[in-house]
Every structure is written in structure tokens, then in C-alpha cells.
């Protein structure tokens, strides 16, 4: 390895070391000499790191050091936290990142009931979704995406990289009946389409819970910012 590549190597690592959040190639290449390559330094880095206790990661467009899965264990501190998923926020979510992009009405349809009034914006103060536009039928309802900043709390590279049927009746996520034990709804409706959005699978008794009537959102979609401060959209 020449000298040259060597502090490129370094530099770049440098970088990704001091960001707390991951780092596009474009973000990285505005702080590195014009015309390196930065795609195949990243790869190399990568490389370079396979084995050790931290690893570099892809995560949607975006480059980060993480803990090695391996020995994630033993940095685990237990913590209480002060504002837990509801089970219609873990289903919501799950919508939104299988069927993405998909509207509020969408979303409701699927589930069988209607949305709550803060679950939309509960994800979306936690980072994990974004409006990704307006659907081109009347009314123009604002569709919903997950960020960057879901796949990287998850542990994914990208979209493609979420469990399919096998690995989630592998894991014990699917009940006798189809459907989800934790997300509560069938699996070919989360995975294939949700056609005919029915709701199989739902426990009745968590939806007195939920408003079923109120379906405005807190703030005005298009007066949101981008989720985490390092996405371009």
C-alpha cells in the first residue's frame, strides 16, 4: 500500500470515527482530496475491520462504526425507558416499512382500524419515519417512508435487508394462525400487499385502547423537516 492511499485510509477513517451519525460517499467525499475513490476506500476499510470488536456498516445510502454483532452482548447496560412503542406504533411501523410508500389510509385499511391520533407522530419524533410526498389521486394524501435512521437502530443495510416469512416463522413471529404475534396481522397481508386488509389476526381487546375517530394529524406534513439531520430529501 502506498503512502498516499495509507492517510486517505486514515483520513477516512477519521471521519467516520467522529460522526455520530452515519455518513453518505457525497458527505465524505466533500472532505476528501477531489477524485478519490471513495466507494473503494470504504470497501477496504470494511475490510480491514471484519474482525475486530468494531466493524463498518452500510446503512441505506450512509457509512458507520458499529459494535460487532458478536460482542454487542457484553456492552448491553439495562436502562428503563421513558417512552415505550405502543403495540399500534409497532404495527404502524411495520406497514410503513414493508409497503412503503403507503398513506395513513393505506396504513388503517391494513390494520383494520383507524389510526390513532399521535402514532404517526410518535415515529416520527423518534426518527424511524419521514413523509416521502404526496400520492397523485384526489385529495393528494401524504405518503410515509422509513429513514435511514430506522435501519440503522435496527441493524440493516437497507429496506431489502428486513425478514422475510421464513426467517419471521424462524424467529417465532408468526402464530399458528398466519398471522403476526407481535405486529397482529396476517403475513401475506404485511408481506404480499395487503390486498384485502381485513385485519386477520388482530386482538379486539388492545383496540379499545385505540382511538378509532380522530384522524388529524398534529402538525401539517408539509411543514415537516427531514428526519435526522444528516438525510438529504
Known amino acids: 500500500m502506498s503512502e ?77 425507558l421513558a417512552r ?14 414493508y409497503q412503503q410508500p403507503v398513506t395513513r389510509a393505506e396504513i388503517e385499511e391494513i390494520r383494520g382500524v383507524g389510526l390513532g391520533k399521535g402514532t404517526l407522530d410518535l415515529l416520527l419524533e423518534a426518527g424511524w419515519i419521514r413523509p416521502r410526498g404526496r400520492r397523485r389521486v384526489p385529495g393528494r394524501p401524504v405518503t410515509w417512508g422509513t429513514t435511514e435512521a430506522f435501519l440503522d437502530h435496527f441493524g440493516l443495510e437497507s429496506i431489502e435487508a428486513l425478514p422475510g416469512i421464513d426467517e ?14 407481535t405486529i397482529a396481522m396476517r403475513q401475506d397481508d404485511l408481506l404480499s400487499g395487503a390486498e384485502d386488509g381485513n385485519g386477520d389476526g388482530d386482538d379486539d381487546s388492545f383496540r379499545k385502547d385505540e382511538e378509532e375517530t380522530d384522524y388529524a394529524l398534529d402538525i401539517d406534513p408539509d411543514e415537516l423537516p427531514a ?4 438525510e438529504r430529501y
Open 84 to 97: 415505550k412503542l405502543s403495540r399500534a406504533a409497532v404495527e404502524t411501523l411495520a406497514i410503513i416499512a
Open 4 to 80: 498516499e492511499r495509507f492517510e486517505l485510509l486514515r483520513r477516512l477513517e477519521a471521519l467516520l470515527f467522529a460522526s455520530a451519525e452515519p455518513l453518505t460517499a457525497n458527505e465524505l467525499a466533500a472532505r476528501m482530496p477531489d477524485g478519490t475513490d471513495i466507494e473503494d476506500l470504504l470497501e477496504e476499510l470494511r475490510g480491514q475491520y471484519a474482525s475486530r470488536g468494531v466493524t463498518l456498516v452500510q446503512r441505506g445510502r450512509g457509512w458507520a462504526f458499529r459494535t460487532a454483532p458478536d460482542v454487542a452482548p457484553y456492552l448491553k447496560v439495562e436502562r428503563e
Open 227 to 230: 428526519a435526522t439531520g444528516k
Open 168 to 181: 419471521l416463522k424462524a424467529a417465532g413471529l408468526l402464530d399458528r394462525r398466519g398471522g403476526m404475534s
